[in-house]
Structure formats: C-alpha cells, structure tokens
C-alpha cells in the first residue's frame, strides 16, 4: 500500500516563505492532496496536483510534482501567522486517501 | 447546508463499554468515509460507503468496530467492548463518486476511553 513521507516540524518568520516536503511510495496515486487542519478542527483541503502536472500554482500556494523521485512539495509565499497548522499530504488510492503524519508549521510575527 | 456534522464532539467513556458515533454528510454526496486520527499522526482509513453499500471494511481495526449507512444519508460507527487503546479522533468525510472529487471533512469525535 502507499506509505506517505513527511518532515514534522516547520518553523519561519511573518512575510517567509514555507516549504513543506513529502515523499510517497506509490506511483498509481491518480492525485496527491494537501490538507490543512488546525487544532481541534477537522481536516480542511488547501490543493490538489494531477500525477501527470509538474506544478500548480493557486494564489499563495505552489505545489511541486517531482514523479521520478515521487516527492511533493507545498510552498507557501508571505507566511502568515494564520497559516499556523498542520500540513498533511494525502495520495489517493481507488476510493480512498493515504495521509502523511503531518507536518507542524509555526509562523513566528 | 453546513457541511460534514458529526456527533458528539467529544465521548468519554469507560473500558469495556460500547460506544456509537454519527455522522451526518453533505446531503448530495454519495460517499462516506470514516477515518482514525491518534495523536501526532495523520488520519488513517478505516471504511467507506457508497450510498448505503459499504465497498470496503478490510480496515476496519478490529470485529469489535462497526459501521452502518443504513439509507445512504446519515452513518454511525460504533466500538464494542472499547479499549484505551481506541482512543483517537474519529473523522468522517464525505464525496461525491468519482476519480478527483473533493472529500469534506467533519470535525471529528474525539473519544478518550478511561
């Protein structure tokens, strides 16, 4: 089954840009996800990236497909304070999702 | 329409009882998914429905874990005989069918057995 790779911990300053890394083992994931979740909230879906794209660009967020190494990565530009989460990448499997454990970004003013 | 409910948000309860969690999904999504999230990890999968089909239980932690979708609406998930072990957030999410179809997520039960 996939096995989902992340760092645990991220920290910047206000106005830095963050980039959170993730490495998959399964190359049929049709699509690989990032989710945000805050605490004692549920899981909240930031963006998603086709397996065959090299990147997707959505306001703040750029997200980076490198299929031959099959890591993933999020860049956030200006880090706010409000971006304090943590960050989970997710491949999809048939009908299902396989996430990271998650990486803990702490944005200091 | 206020997105993924679930109920209660918080269940405390003691070794050996049996507990039961609902969720409610977006009213047009035909899929539901419950997952486990234990601390410092992400969620983990546990089963799916489709409408009320469950396409897939081989997840499912333990026969002490069941779940039901009994007219293809709302979904319980329920613990027998629950150990400290089964305490965790439990997540349901639900979709629509199909390839790349966003899963919205509730805000989860979180279950501390004492």
């Known amino acids: 089954g996939e096995d989902v790779e992340q760092s645990l911990f991220l920290s910047v300053r206000e106005g830095d840009s963050s980039v959170i890394n993730c490495t998959y083992t399964?190359?049929?994931?049709?699509?690989l996800y990032w989710y945000k979740q805050e605490p004692g909230a549920g899981l909240q879906l930031l963006t998603y990236i086709f397996s065959n794209m090299d990147m997707k660009q959505d306001q703040r967020l750029t997200v980076l497909l490198n299929k031959k190494d099959k890591h993933l990565s999020l860049r956030i530009a200006d880090t706010q304070t409000g971006d304090s989460a943590i960050y989970f990448c997710a491949g999809s499997g048939y009908s299902t999702l396989t996430f990271g454990k998650g990486t803990m970004l702490l944005v200091s003013p | 329409d206020t997105g993924v409910s679930q109920d209660p948000r918080h269940k405390i309860t003691k070794r050996g009882q049996n507990v039961t969690f609902r969720c409610d999904p977006i009213?047009?999504?035909?899929?539901l998914y419950w997952y486990r999230q234990t601390l410092g990890q992400g969620p983990e999968f546990l089963t799916y429905f489709q409408n009320e089909a469950q396409l897939e239980k081989s997840r499912l932690l333990s026969d002490r874990f069941s779940a039901e979708r009994p007219k293809g609406s709302f979904s319980t998930l329920e613990i027998q005989r629950t150990e400290q072990g089964d305490s965790a957030m439990y997540l349901c999410?639900?979709?629509?069918?199909?390839?790349?179809?966003?899963?919205?997520f509730g805000q989860g039960t979180r279950l501390t057995v004492v």
């Open positions: 999410a639900s979709s629509l069918k199909g390839l790349n179809t966003e899963a919205f």
């Open positions: 399964d190359s049929s994931s049709t699509y």
């Open positions: 009213s047009e999504h035909n899929r």
